[in-house]
Structures are given as structure tokens and as C-alpha cells.
């Protein structure tokens, strides 16, 4: 079974960039899909990119479309999330989480905790 752990996370200022990481263990981590969501104080979890096995494909949501780029290295069983030009509105935890086929695991991770602050 693939685990994954988030990390990358920090304070940084308005118009600054943060990379994360995803790392996976376990399993055969290139028969899944990979999703960055984000989840920010009272909101509900929402999906703001994604990036299919082999990299090909990838999807972002419009409040991030132009700014975040998902990328992953499936030799290094990572997956990255570059973001830039960041704004207050991107403050959340970050998860990562895979999806086989259709189906999204429903175990999470800790997340990694964005903060864009003046």
C-alpha cells in the first residue's frame, strides 16, 4: 500500500514561492494518480491540481491555474507542487492523496501548513 507524507510547507509573503513534496512509500506508486488539495480554517477540502501516472495530464483549479505547477518523478516517487505568486486566499494545509483509477483514498496525511503573510 502506497503511504504518502507532505512536506515543503512554510511562512512566506505575498508574490513569494513554496515547493512541496509528497513522498511515497510502499506499494507501486506509478499505477496512481496524485492529487494536491488544500483545505484552509472553516472551508471544506478542495482539489487544486492533479497529476495523472505517468504526468502527462494535469489539472489545476482556476484559482490556481498559472501559478501552481504539479510535477512528479516517478523514479524518485515524489510528487511536487511549485507555487507562485502566492497570496493570502492560497493559506491552507496542503495533503496530498492517490487515486486508483477512479477512486480517491480516504486516508490522510498530516498535511503541510501554508501560510501567506505580510
Known amino acids: 500500500q502506497v503511504q504518502l507524507v507532505e512536506s515543503g510547507g512554510g511562512l512566506v509573503q505575498p508574490g513569494g514561492s513554496l515547493r512541496l513534496s509528497c513522498a511515497a512509500s510502499?506499494?507501486?506508486?506509478?499505477?496512481?494518480?496524485i492529487g494536491w488539495y488544500r483545505q484552509a480554517p472553516g472551508k471544506q477540502r478542495e482539489l487544486v491540481a492533479f497529476?495523472?501516472?505517468?504526468?502527462?495530464?494535469?489539472n489545476y483549479a482556476d484559482s490556481v491555474k498559472g501559478r501552481f505547477t504539479i510535477s512528479r518523478d516517478n523514479a524518485k516517487r515524489t510528487v511536487f507542487l511549485q507555487m507562485n505568486n502566492l497570496r493570502p486566499e492560497d493559506t491552507a494545509v496542503y495533503y496530498c492523496?492517490?487515486?486508483?483509477?477512479?477512486?480517491?483514498?480516504?486516508?490522510w496525511g498530516q498535511g503541510t501548513q501554508v501560510t501567506v503573510s505580510s
Open positions: 492523496q492517490k487515486q486508483y483509477g477512479k477512486i480517491w483514498s480516504d486516508n
Open positions: 510502499g506499494g507501486v506508486f506509478i499505477n496512481y494518480n
Open positions: 497529476i495523472e501516472t505517468t504526468g502527462r495530464r494535469t
